[in-house]
C-alpha cells in the first residue's frame, strides 16, 4: 500500500489494485455505514477497468470513489477530467479544487496572513488601474481560469490575484478563458511544489507574462517575466517589486505588506 500510495509505483498490477479494492470495500462497508459524507463527490465515472496511472495524486487527497449507487467499493485512479466535468462536480461546502491536466487537487483554505497579502496587493493594482484609467481588471481568487479552454479544456486554476488585459478573455461574465497577463500566488507550505513547478510551467506554457510566488514564511518574492526572456528574480519582503507589465511603473512595496500584515 505505502508503495504505490506513495508514488514509488507508477503502474501497479491490476491483482494488485482489485485486492486494494475489496479491502476497501471491507473497510468502507465497516466504517461508513450511514454515513454520505463522501458520497457522490464527483460525478464522473470509470467503468469495469482499472487505469493505471501515477498514484501519487492519491496523497495530494483526489482521488474519486465510484459510487453511482450508493455502496462503496470501487477506487479508481483519475484522469481526464474537462472544464465541464468540473462543473459537474458534488463538492463539500467550503471545499476548492482546481484541475491540472485532467487531474483534480485539492486547495487549502486560506489564512489570515495569505488572505491579507492577496487583498493588500489585489487593492494595489486597483488603484494603479484606476488612477491611470487603465483597459486591465484585476481579479482575486475564486475565479475559475481556463487555461486551455481552446485545446482539451483540461486545466482549470484559481490564481490567487490575476490580471487580464484583453476583456473578450471575460465575455462570459462566469470565468476566465485564456491566460492571464499576470498571476501571483501566495505559497503555503502544502502548495510549494504545486505552486513552483506545476503551475509555473502551465503558466508559462500558456503565455501568462508575469508570474509571482510570494512565499511569506520564507520572506521571499520570486518573479517569473517569461516576456522578456524567462528572466527570474528574487527578492524579499524589505524590497520595492516592480510590475513589469507595466513596465515598472506599478511597484509592489512588500515592507508595507509586511508591516500591515504583523499590525
Known amino acids: ?24 470495500e471491507m473497510f468502507l462497508k465497516e466504517n461508513m455505514s450511514g454515513k454520505d459524507d463522501f458520497k457522490h463527490l464527483y460525478e464522473r465515472t470509470v467503468r469495469d477497468e482499472y487505469v493505471a496511472e501515477s498514484n501519487k495524486f492519491f496523497s ?3 482521488s474519486a470513489l465510484d459510487n453511482p449507487s450508493g455502496s462503496y467499493g470501487e477506487i479508481f485512479t483519475q484522469g481526464g477530467y474537462t472544464y465541464e466535468d468540473y462543473e459537474k462536480l458534488q463538492l463539500p461546502e467550503g471545499v476548492r479544487v482546481e484541475v491540472i491536466d485532467g487531474y483534480i487537487y485539492t ?3 486560506p489564512n489570515v496572513d495569505h488572505q491579507n497579502i492577496v487583498m493588500y496587493i489585489s487593492n494595489t493594482f486597483f488603484q494603479f488601474i484606476k488612477e491611470n484609467k487603465g483597459k486591465c481588471r484585476v481579479y482575486s481568487s475564486p475565479v475559475d481560469v481556463r487555461l486551455e479552454f481552446d485545446k482539451d ?5 484559481q490564481p490567487d490575484v490575476l490580471v487580464i488585459c484583453d476583456r473578450e478573455k471575460k465575455e462570459n461574465k462566469k470565468n476566465i478563458t485564456g491566460a492571464p497577463d499576470f498571476v501571483l500566488e501566495v505559497m503555503s507550505h502544502s502548495s510549494r511544489r504545486m505552486d513552483m513547478y506545476v503551475k509555473m510551467t502551465k503558466y508559462k506554457e500558456n503565455g501568462v507574462r508575469e508570474y509571482w510566488i510570494v512565499d511569506y514564511e520564507n520572506d ?3 518573479k517569473y517575466d517569461f516576456e522578456n526572456g524567462d528572466n527570474i528574480t528574487m527578492y524579499t519582503f524589505k524590497d520595492k517589486v516592480p510590475v513589469e507589465i507595466y513596465d515598472g511603473k506599478l511597484v509592489i512595496d512588500f515592507k508595507e505588506i509586511k508591516e ?3 499590525s
Open 260 to 262: 500591515y500584515v504583523e
Open 1 to 24: 500500500i505505502q508503495k504505490i500510495f506513495g508514488g514509488y509505483v507508477d503502474r501497479p498490477r491490476k491483482a494488485t489494485l482489485e485486492k486494494l479494492s475489496k479491502y476497501f
Open 153 to 157: 479544456d483540461m486545466t482549470v486554476v
Open 220 to 222: 521571499k518574492i520570486i
Open 107 to 109: 486547495m487549502d483554505a
Open 60 to 62: 495530494r487527497g483526489s
